[in-house]
């Protein structure tokens, strides 16, 4: 197998662009694909600072990885979940990376708080994952709000988004399928833009990068997130590629465009939904109460 450009040993072949490829030049194909969601989506510039969610596992690693090696100004952000065994050990994943590769951190950590995700679901008697979510989501806007981050970047791919976007279609869930976007903007002076600068790239191709720069990432799956049904989703779409190649990457991107035209018309009719600020802990909400606070304020 040799690779398409440079003929030398080629260690990859990408089904969807039908080449194969050696390191570095994978290594370049990668970087490029980071580079053109950056730039065709308008994430952000090297004068952004910018709040990596980081959980330990592949994808967000190498995000805050890839990031950090174009020049931005990147920082990590690690929530201990309060999950066991899986939050120690991805917790001490998170560091020993940051380390070797001199990055910055900071950690929030929810057993301190009083917050551990698997009491706060049996108190609140909601599911571990949506309890995870909210509690997720409030901290991100919480610490980027803090320390004056301009954008929260995630590690979400190309699987990632078109599994989520099967399943709300399945469900027709008008609502989330409206913020099914790589770049979701600010909201209020809180809320700040939320991106995805992975998602052309496949869970396959972030963990074969992952593998060839040697990085060490968590490999097992959140013990609370199995059985998920987003799982069955994307084994589906794996299935259809695996016989009309390119489906998985035409699906996402292809309705982005076109979500993101008709988000364009619909924007210059309607005016802003107003925001308050929450009456417990002060953060922009859509609500009297956030719903971070109602959570919390449910388990009492
Ligand atoms: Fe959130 Fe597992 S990572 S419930
Ligand atoms: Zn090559
Ligand atoms: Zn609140």
Redesign the pocket.
């Known amino acids: 197998m040799k ?6 040993k ?1 260690v990859i072949k990408l089904k969807r662009h039908n080449i194969k ?6 290594n370049e194909f990668f970087i490029r694909q980071v580079e053109k969601a950056i730039k065709e989506f308008r994430m952000f510039s090297r004068k952004d600072k910018i709040l990596v969610c980081v959980s330990g596992g592949k994808d967000s690693l190498v995000l805050w990885l890839v990031l950090s090696k174009l020049g931005y100004n990147v920082t990590g952000m690690y929530i201990n979940l309060g999950i066991d065994e899986y939050s120690e050990k991805s917790k001490t994943k998170v560091i020993n990376f940051a380390e070797k590769n001199n990055l910055k951190y900071t950690i929030v950590d929810l057993n301190e708080l009083g917050y551990p995700i698997p009491e706060l679901s049996k108190k609140s008697r909601r599911p571990e994952c949506s309890v995870c979510g909210t509690v997720k989501r409030y901290y991100f806007n919480k610490i980027a709000y803090d320390y004056n981050f301009d954008v929260v970047a995630t590690g979400h791919n190309l699987d990632d988004e078109a599994s989520r976007l099967l399943g709300n279609i399945l469900h027709w869930n008008d609502e989330y399928l409206e913020k099914q976007l790589p770049v979701l903007p600010a909201e209020g002076k809180m809320l700040k833009k939320k991106v995805k600068p992975l998602i052309r790239l496949t869970e396959q191709e972030i963990a074969s990068f992952a593998f060839l720069n040697k990085v060490d990432y968590i490999l097992d799956e959140c013990p609370l997130s199995v059985g998920a049904t987003s799982l069955v989703y994307k084994d589906a779409l794996n299935l259809i590629e695996e016989k009309i190649v390119g489906t998985k990457q035409f699906f996402y991107l292809q309705y982005v465009k076109k979500l993101m035209k008709r988000l364009k018309n619909k924007n210059n009719e309607k005016g802003d939904i107003e925001l308050k600020n929450c009456k417990i802990c002060g953060m922009e909400s859509f609500h009297e109460v956030c719903s971070f606070c109602r959570l919390v304020r449910d388990e009492k």
């Open positions: 690779c398409k450009i440079c003929k030398g080629a490829l050696c390191k570095e030049h994978f």
